[in-house]
Each structure stands twice: as C-alpha cells, then as structure tokens.
C-alpha cells in the first residue's frame, strides 16, 4: 500500500527567510506523480508544485522548489523568501500512472510565518 | 477555474438520516474522489471512482457509499449519519498525468 508520510505537524518561519517542509512516501511503484498542495483558511486546494518521478530534475515554481530523492522516497518543499500569505496547511500527495490508482495525501503540516 | 462543484456548501442534519452529498464536473475527468478533513488526520479517503460505474473503496469508507452513473457526477452517501460524521467533505477529480483540482468543500454537521 502506498502510503505518505509528513512527520512535522507544525513549523514556523521567520518572513523572508527560507523553510523546509518534509515529506516521505513508500511505494512500490517506478513510475509516479509528487504533489505539494496548499490550503489557506479559506479551506481552498491550491497547488504549489508537482514532480514526475521519471524526472530526475528537481522541479521549481518561483520561490518554491523541491528537493526529490526517488532512492530515499523522499519529497521536500523549499520555500525561500517567505511570505506572510504563505502562511497554510501544506499537503503532500502522491499517486501512481497505473490504472485505477488513489490518490494519497499526508497528514499536512501548519506553516505559521512570523513578520 | 478547474470545472468543479460540490453541493450542498454546509449542511446540519440529525443522527440516523440519510445525507447524499454531490460532486459535479464539467472537464470530462475520469478520476473522482472524495475524502474528509478532520483535524489531525488530513485528507483520508473515503471512496473513488475511475469511470462511470466503477468505483473502490478508501481508508475510511465504513458507513459511506457512492454512486458514478455519468462522468460528470459522483455522489456520496452517508446511509445513516452519525456525529462521528461530522467533517469537511472535498470532493476531486483529475486525469492521467495531471494534477488534482478540488471543489470548495462541504460542511457536513451531524447533531
């Protein structure tokens, strides 16, 4: 079973510094899909980046990034230059190419960014 | 805007009715799912879908069923709600290869 793992449930930011969110996952499977999603209080699902496995570049949206190694089955988000409104629940998420797959989600971590 | 609605936005019902909550789509999506959010837990998945009639079962998905019968709906039914039910409910879609896009959540109150 595929299964997603954020150990930290909360961490807190200095604004303008840079932060790490950790996130493991175990499958079996060669071939899959890494989200990192945010939800602010407004209860809204907004997606911050994604990953292909078969990628070996990390990939990078802006002040966002991630560090992903498939060996270790690990997939960080890097945030630099923190911002007050990235102040969110932050999810990590996972699902594999074959056919009839879940969609597997984390239990989220709580990024509190003090001013 | 990805196409996605969930009906209704808040509800309060009583223990041991019967509560079916919607998810319709207008992007011809062929992966559905529902899950809820309690505090703690994230999002555990109750039931999914990939095509119309097909669907299996989540983690959490005693006391819960749901029906596919066109692409565009996926609903979720609660046969007997109890307080134990009480949660947020998203509801999201996606295809091969993509990410998943979520509706804005229902409210679900169980009293």
């Known amino acids: 079973a595929q299964t997603v793992t954020q150990s930290q449930p909360e961490m807190s930011v200095q604004e303008a510094e840079t932060v790490t969110l950790s996130c493991t996952y175990d499958?079996?499977?060669?071939?899959?899909?890494l989200f990192w999603y945010k939800q602010p209080p407004s209860r809204q699902m907004i997606l911050v980046i994604r990953q292909e496995a078969y990628k070996q570049q990390n990939a990078t949206e802006n002040r966002f990034s991630v560090n992903f190694q498939k060996a270790a089955k690990s997939f960080s988000l890097k945030i630099s230059d923190s911002q007050l409104g990235d102040a969110a629940m932050y999810f990590c998420?996972?699902?594999?190419?074959?056919?009839?797959?879940?969609?597997?989600f984390g239990k989220g971590i709580t990024l509190s960014v003090r001013p | 805007d990805a196409g996605i609605t969930q009906s209704p936005r808040h509800k309060v019902t009583e223990t041991g009715t019967p509560v079916t909550l919607r998810c319709h789509q207008t992007e011809n999506h062929r992966y559905m799912y529902w899950y809820r959010q309690d505090p703690g837990h994230g999002l555990r998945l109750i039931h999914y879908s990939y095509g119309v009639k097909d669907t299996d079962k989540g983690e959490v998905s005693d006391g819960y069923s749901v029906s596919r019968s066109k692409t565009e709906d996926f609903l979720l039914t609660l046969e007997s709600a109890t307080s134990s039910q009480t949660s947020v409910y998203f509801c999201?879609?996606?295809?091969?290869?993509?990410?998943?896009?979520f509706g804005q959540g229902t409210r679900l109150t169980v009293v």
């Open positions: 998420a996972y699902y594999y190419t074959g056919a009839n797959s879940k969609l597997t």
């Open positions: 999201a879609i996606r295809s091969q290869g993509t990410e998943a896009f």
């Open positions: 499958t079996s499977e060669s071939d899959y899909y």
